[in-house]
C-alpha cells in the first residue's frame, strides 16, 4: 500500500482514537468515526473500527478483568444480535452521507449532553439494559459507534471508573465478534478493507498502549475535557460536510 496523504490522516485519527479508548475503555468508534467518514466510504471506516477494536481491546481487557461487571454485559446482550442485523441493513440503504450526519449529530449530542448535564444515579428499570443493547447494536452496523447508548447508560447509573472502563472494553470486543463477520458476511467488508486495517494496526495497538499507560497520570477533570472538546468538533465536521453534500 503505498503511503498518501489520506493513509495518513488515518493513522492520525486511529492513534488519537486509540489513547482515548485506552484511557477510558470506549470512545474508539466515537472518536474515529466522523473524522474516517470524511476519507472513506461508511462501510469501510466502521470496518475499520471492528476490526482495529477486535486487534486492540485485549490491551485493555488484560488489565482491567477483575473490575468487568458480567452482571452489566448479561443484561445488555440479549437484544444486540437484532440490533446488529437492523444496523446492517440500514448500512446497505441508507446514503452515506445520510450516515456521516446521523453520526455526527450523535457524536455531537453526546458529548453536549455530558458537558451539561451531571445526573444523580437513577434506579434501574428492567427495559433499560435491553433496549440499550438493541440501539448499541444497531448503531454498530450502520455507523459504527456502539458507544453513544452504553456510554450514556452507564452514566446515568453512576458506574464506577474502574467498572464503566473494564465492562466497556470487555462489551465492545463481544459485540464485534458477532457484528464483523455479519458485515462480511453481507458484503459490506472487502479485501481492501481488511488491508488497510492490517496497515493501521501497528498504529492502533501503539495508541492503546499508550493510553492504558497514561490512565494514572490524567485527572478524570482533564480527560473528561478534552475528549468532549473532540468529540464536539469531530461531530459538527461530520454533520456540515454530510448535510454540505445533500443540500
Not at 452489566?72 to 440479549?78: A, E, G, K, V, Y
Not at 458529548?111 to 451539561?116: D, F, G, I, P, Q
Not at 458476511?185 to 478493507?193: C, R
Request: hydrophobic share 55%; glycine share 8%.
Amino acid at each position: 500500500m503505498a503511503i498518501d496523504s489520506v493513509f495518513l490522516l488515518a493513522c492520525l485519527i486511529m492513534f488519537t482514537a486509540t489513547v482515548v479508548s485506552g484511557l477510558a475503555g470506549f470512545g474508539l468508534s466515537i472518536v474515529s468515526i466522523p473524522p474516517l467518514l470524511l476519507l472513506y466510504e461508511p462501510g469501510t471506516a466502521i470496518a475499520l473500527n471492528k476490526i482495529l477494536t477486535l486487534g486492540t481491546t485485549w490491551i485493555i481487557i488484560v488489565e482491567t478483568w477483575k473490575h468487568i461487571s458480567w452482571r452489566w454485559i448479561s443484561r445488555i446482550l440479549p437484544l444486540v444480535l437484532a440490533g446488529l442485523f437492523a444496523g446492517s441493513w440500514l448500512l446497505r440503504v441508507l446514503d452515506p452521507n445520510v450516515i456521516k450526519v446521523i453520526a455526527g449529530a450523535t457524536v455531537f449530542a453526546l458529548a453536549v449532553l455530558l458537558l451539561a448535564w451531571h445526573p444523580h444515579a437513577l434506579p434501574e428499570r428492567p427495559w433499560m439494559a435491553p433496549l440499550v443493547g438493541l440501539l448499541s447494536g444497531a448503531a454498530s452496523t450502520s455507523t459504527g459507534m456502539a458507544g453513544p447508548p452504553l456510554v450514556l447508560f452507564f452514566t446515568l447509573m453512576a458506574v464506577g471508573k474502574q467498572t464503566f472502563r473494564a465492562t466497556s472494553a470487555m462489551y465492545f470486543i463481544t459485540l464485534d465478534i458477532v457484528g464483523l463477520p455479519t458485515l462480511i458476511g453481507q458484503g459490506s467488508v472487502s479485501g481492501s478493507d481488511l488491508r488497510l486495517a492490517l496497515a493501521l494496526a501497528p498504529v492502533a495497538v501503539i495508541g492503546r498502549l499508550l493510553g492504558a499507560k497514561l490512565v494514572p497520570y490524567v485527572s478524570p477533570l482533564a480527560f473528561r475535557r478534552a475528549t468532549l472538546g473532540l468529540l464536539l468538533v469531530t461531530g459538527t465536521v461530520s454533520m456540515v460536510t454530510g448535510l454540505s453534500a445533500l443540500l
